[in-house]
């Protein structure tokens, strides 16, 4: 089951080109806003599906291209996300030591909406192509072998990123929890519509050109494992998010009037805008690219704008 909100947030189920409305089947849910709905709706999931499923059957569908997509999951109790977890098309010597880190809910966006680079002195803006698990009942303490059994589904997840930020070794707070640094959409699928999810190609375009392209078979700490040790140091509850980490080499500089699209096999294409009122520049060169160029550091400098440095 595919499960997203449009307009008003309605619930809906997705069904191909079409959604169709079944809020009624879960109006008494309890709840005071669009996130705890969903929420509640994720931990009784069990006792609603045959309702939800029943109504999806009797509604009228609505094209997708005629309703405006909500993100799918507005309020997630906790949105924790792997660091360094990819190895890198199999260049990395070893896996990485896992580590993970949090964003805030407040930065979550949705499908059309835009990220807004802030006025602060980042080396550069990057968006990560991610997908992202679904927590479909608590989780504290689980063991890797136990690990699947507490997802609920599956999302497309873009982690926003202001690299390079003074001071040195005080980032990850300021870098990633900024406001609107983390689309997600454009709908949830279940579990049960995704066979393996160790195998999904995961696709990353700005502005039509395609700049990460990477499969979910190159985890280095595998979904069970990273479920297993994130719940290890603290609980994880219904409707959070749980993202799976990149392909670094991939990555590029997010600009003013770009639009990103990701898109992870089976789960939809989540589509996004930029902007960036400094108007900012910087090459559209990957990380890879750069690398092979002989150029300093991880990523591209910035051309012009506030905050270059002078050549």
């Avoid at 609107?180 to 195998?199: H, K, L, M, N, Y």
């Avoid at 980490?245 to 930029?274: C, F, K, P, W, Y």
Wanted: charged share 20%.
């Amino acid at each position: 089951m595919k499960l997203a909100y449009f307009d008003d947030f309605n619930l809906g189920v997705v069904k191909g080109d079409n959604v169709v409305d079944v809020s009624r089947a879960v109006a008494d849910i309890p709840h005071t806003d669009p996130g705890n709905l969903m929420n509640g709706l994720i931990a009784q999931f069990d006792a609603y599906r045959a309702r939800i499923a029943q109504a999806a059957a009797d509604g009228k569908p609505v094209p997708l291209a005629s309703v405006q997509l909500r993100p799918p999951l507005p309020r997630p109790g906790n949105i924790v996300c792997m660091a360094v977890n990819y190895m890198e098309n199999g260049t990395l010597p070893a896996p990485p030591p896992i580590n993970a880190f949090h964003k805030t809910a407040n930065a979550v966006i949705g499908p059309g909406d835009t990220m807004v680079l802030p006025d602060v002195p980042a080396g550069i803006f990057e968006g990560e192509a991610e997908m992202a698990l679904v927590i479909g009942k608590t989780a504290s303490h689980v063991p890797a072998t136990r690990a699947m059994d507490h997802v609920f589904g599956y999302v497309n997840f873009i982690d926003g990123s202001a690299r390079g930020l003074p001071p040195p070794h005080n980032v990850f707070y300021q870098m990633k929890s900024r406001d609107t640094f983390a689309p997600v959409g454009p709908w949830i699928v279940t579990r049960d519509e995704i066979a393996d999810p160790q195998s999904l190609s995961v696709r990353l375009w700005v502005n039509g050109v395609l700049r990460q392209d990477f499969s979910t078979s190159d985890m280095a700490h595998r979904i069970p494992r990273c479920i297993e040790w994130v719940s290890s140091i603290h609980r994880l509850d219904p409707g959070d998010l749980l993202a799976t980490g990149t392909n670094h080499r991939g990555l590029s500089a997010l600009q003013n009037g770009d639009q990103v699209d990701l898109e992870t096999s089976e789960l939809g294409r989540l589509s996004i805008r930029v902007r960036d009122d400094l108007a900012r520049t910087w090459a559209r060169t990957t990380r890879l690219e750069h690398r092979e160029k002989g150029g300093e550091g991880p990523f591209t400098p910035q051309l012009s704008g506030k905050y270059a440095k002078a050549t």
